[in-house]
């Protein structure tokens, strides 16, 4: 395939890639900001419910690791009907993730509501900081029916759709109640009770519903898919199929989370306020992976559709296109949030050592998003094209050496918060390495398989070529 028409397709692809990525990063960024505001008032409330916060978020994360799986198989799955041009049979895999949205938002408000007590024990808080923390989650665990059947599910459909609009204002006005909403049940107010870090909770929840009640009726009222002229049973489940694009993102969104919540269980235990320190830097960290994920997003959307057409051409359009905006958006970011990093930390906390620590490792916490640049676009361009279980070899190769690196900085070499965030660079290092080889060989071995167009037919591409055709 001749560069020059790469080149070419890819700066027709920028609309495209910006038209999706744009609102589904701004609608992740919303999202995410809504933990940051949590961590920042509740900072500011006391240090033991900021403890209590800052190591609560990634088992919830780890158990919603399920249905993220299910979700992003159904994303998948939809869009390479799609570019195949099977719109009745994305319609039926559509209806089978709203079916599966209904049991699993069942099964995470009973699995909290029971056992929050005996995962509060696990990360090592004690007192105040424990008690607190199961409160948290026995509040926000009612989140779920409305964000997964209400908000997640619809959502798989739009990401493979590429309407993503609508998903970025939900998630505006769900970050936008949700700070209005926290100081007035954290602190209370002469009408209402000081609820403290279950008013935080509370305050998630009502925002939730609010994202549902601007998402729900203009997804329905478009009809997306004849999703709602097409009769739902009997539901015909892809079970291979979903397995295959799903279990390999599901076992890595669960052990990933495992070793997050494994070191933050060890900084509890070796750290005075350990956890609250990790936490900031990794809020911040994670605050650029969010914007750049909005990207992915975009990518798994326009790949899967690229990959479903057998577009070789369309398939190397869209990686350029997507690695040169993330390089530039997300260098533009840790540069800012190097030269604002006193401010940026003491929105979080007025502690002055909790402000001291989390300087010092500035500088290595935002090596790790430089590299997550490349390991996100080359692992959602795996994703997009059904070679999931790639990424979960690589999770699994990432916290095998992770975890254990980081046991010898806090308990044999005394390094501290600083070798933890060593061993996240030598993890993502070497998935940086290894994902670059794999995507290499996929796309290598996808041009010996599809046609080779022809000078006359790239011509004719090129006239009305779109990810959409």
Request: proline content about 4%; overall charge positive; hydrophobic content about 50%.
């Given at each position: 395939?001749?560069?020059?028409?790469?080149?070419?397709?890819?700066?027709?692809?920028?609309?495209?890639?910006?038209?999706?990525?744009?609102?589904?990063?701004?609608?992740?960024?919303?999202?995410?900001?809504?933990?940051?505001?949590?961590?920042?008032?509740?900072?500011?409330?006391?240090?033991?419910?900021?403890?209590?916060?800052?190591?609560?978020?990634?088992?919830?994360?780890?158990?919603?690791?399920?249905?993220?799986?299910?979700?992003?198989?159904?994303t998948i799955m939809v869009a390479q009907r799609i570019g195949a041009k099977k719109n009745s049979l994305a319609t039926g895999v559509a209806h089978e993730t709203f079916?599966?949205?209904?049991?699993?938002?069942?099964?995470?408000?009973?699995?909290?509501?029971?056992?929050?007590?005996?995962?509060?024990?696990?990360?090592?808080?004690?007192?105040?900081?424990?008690?607190?923390?199961?409160?948290?989650?026995?509040?926000?665990?009612?989140?779920?029916?409305?964000?997964?059947?209400?908000?997640?599910?619809?959502?798989?459909?739009?990401?493979?759709?590429?309407?993503?609009?609508?998903?970025?204002?939900?998630?505006?006005?769900?970050?936008?109640?949700?700070?209005?909403?926290?100081?007035?049940?954290?602190?209370?107010?002469?009408?209402?009770?000081?609820?403290?870090?279950?008013?935080?909770?509370?305050?998630?929840?009502?925002?939730?519903?609010?994202?549902?009640?601007?998402?729900?009726?203009?997804?329905?009222?478009?009809?997306?898919?004849?999703?709602?002229?097409?009769?739902?049973?009997?539901?015909?489940?892809?079970?291979?199929?979903?397995?295959?694009?799903?279990?390999?993102?599901?076992?890595?969104?669960?052990?990933?989370?495992?070793?997050?919540?494994?070191?933050?269980?060890?900084?509890?235990?070796?750290?005075?306020?350990?956890?609250?320190?990790?936490?900031?830097?990794?809020?911040?960290?994670?605050?650029?992976?969010?914007?750049?994920?909005?990207?992915?997003?975009?990518?798994?959307?326009?790949?899967?559709?690229?990959?479903?057409?057998?577009?070789?051409?369309?398939?190397?359009?869209?990686?350029?296109?997507?690695?040169?905006?993330?390089?530039?958006?997300?260098?533009?970011?840790?540069?800012?949030?190097?030269?604002?990093?006193?401010?940026?930390?003491?929105?979080?906390?007025?502690?002055?050592?909790?402000?001291?620590?989390?300087?010092?490792?500035?500088?290595?916490?935002?090596?790790?998003?430089?590299?997550?640049?490349?390991?996100?676009?080359?692992?959602?361009?795996?994703?997009?094209?059904?070679?999931?279980?790639?990424?979960?070899?690589?999770?699994?190769?990432?916290?095998?050496?992770?975890?254990?690196?980081?046991?010898?900085?806090?308990?044999?070499?005394?390094?501290?918060?600083?070798?933890?965030?060593?061993?996240?660079?030598?993890?993502?290092?070497?998935?940086?390495?290894?994902?670059?080889?794999?995507?290499?060989?996929?796309?290598?071995?996808?041009?010996?398989?599809?046609?080779?167009?022809?000078?006359?037919?790239?011509?004719?591409?090129?006239?009305?070529?779109?990810?959409?055709?």
């Amino acid at each position: 395939m001749p560069k020059a028409h790469i080149r070419k397709l890819s700066r027709k692809y920028y609309p495209f890639v910006l038209g999706i990525g744009l609102p589904a990063s701004l609608r992740t960024l919303s999202l995410y900001v809504q933990q940051l505001i949590d961590t920042m008032y509740i900072g500011q409330y006391n240090s033991e419910s900021l403890v209590a916060l800052s190591s609560v978020p990634i088992p919830l994360w780890m158990i919603e690791s399920i249905w993220a799986g299910i979700a992003s198989a159904g994303t998948i799955m939809v869009a390479q009907r799609i570019g195949a041009k099977k719109n009745s049979l994305a319609t039926g895999v559509a209806h089978e993730t709203f079916f599966l949205s209904i049991i699993f938002s069942v099964f995470m408000v009973c699995f909290w509501q029971f056992n929050a007590e005996r995962v509060v024990a696990l990360l090592s808080l004690q007192g105040q900081s424990a008690e607190d923390a199961v409160t948290y989650i026995l509040a926000l665990s009612w989140i779920y029916p409305f964000r997964l059947i209400g908000l997640w599910a619809p959502i798989t459909v739009l990401e493979a759709l590429g309407k993503t609009n609508v998903i970025m204002w939900s998630t505006i006005v769900q970050t936008g109640t949700n700070i209005i909403l926290n100081p007035l049940l954290i602190w209370g107010t002469p009408w209402t009770p000081e609820l403290g870090i279950q008013g935080a909770a509370i305050a998630t929840v009502i925002a939730e519903i609010m994202a549902l009640l601007v998402l729900s009726p203009y997804f329905w009222s478009k009809n997306f898919l004849k999703l709602k002229t097409t009769p739902m049973f009997p539901i015909r489940f892809n079970k291979e199929e979903r397995l295959k694009f799903g279990l390999p993102i599901i076992v890595e969104g669960f052990f990933w989370s495992l070793a997050v919540s494994t070191i933050i269980s060890m900084i509890n235990a070796t750290i005075d306020r350990g956890g609250a320190i990790f936490n900031i830097g990794f809020l911040l960290y994670t605050m650029v992976f969010k914007v750049l994920y909005g990207f992915d997003t975009a990518n798994i959307s326009l790949m899967g559709r690229s990959f479903g057409a057998t577009r070789d051409d369309r398939v190397r359009a869209t990686l350029r296109t997507i690695v040169r905006v993330k390089v530039v958006l997300g260098t533009g970011i840790c540069i800012m949030f190097y030269f604002f990093k006193e401010p940026l930390i003491k929105l979080f906390t007025n502690d002055p050592y909790i402000i001291e620590q989390t300087l010092g490792n500035f500088s290595l916490l935002l090596v790790v998003p430089i590299l997550d640049i490349w390991n996100g676009t080359a692992t959602s361009s795996l994703v997009a094209m059904g070679y999931s279980k790639y990424n979960l070899f690589l999770t699994l190769l990432s916290v095998a050496i992770r975890v254990p690196l980081a046991y010898c900085s806090l308990y044999l070499l005394g390094w501290g918060i600083s070798g933890v965030w060593y061993a996240t660079i030598i993890g993502e290092g070497l998935k940086f390495i290894i994902v670059s080889y794999l995507l290499h060989k996929t796309i290598k071995n996808l041009q010996r398989k599809w046609f080779v167009v022809s000078s006359q037919e790239l011509r004719s591409f090129m006239k009305s070529d779109s990810p959409y055709n």
